[in-house]
């Protein structure tokens, strides 16, 4: 599971956690958040989750083209616009 924290910068809250670069090495990752701790911390737990259940940044040697085309596929295309 991702490790992550909130910290304040003037007047907003960042989250920032670590994850797996393409060579497998951890990076941190720091992104905006809101003015509110809590729902700077919300985001966090969800952006852990997503990429706890997703992996956005996948190592090139546990992904294929094929499993990148149907990530690609089930989040940019809904099966609404496919009409």
Do not use: H
Request: glycine share 6%; aromatic share 10%; no cysteine.
């Amino acid at each position: 599971m991702a490790k992550g924290s909130v910290r304040k910068k003037g007047k907003k809250w960042y989250y920032r956690f670590y994850i797996e670069d393409e060579s497998g090495n951890r990076v941190q990752k720091e992104f905006p958040g809101t003015e509110s701790k809590a729902e700077t911390e919300a985001m966090l737990r969800k952006a852990m989750e997503d990429y706890d259940s997703k992996k956005f940044v996948a190592k090139s040697d546990n992904m294929t083209v094929g499993e990148l085309l149907d990530i690609w596929v089930e989040e940019s295309l809904k099966p609404k616009t496919l009409t």
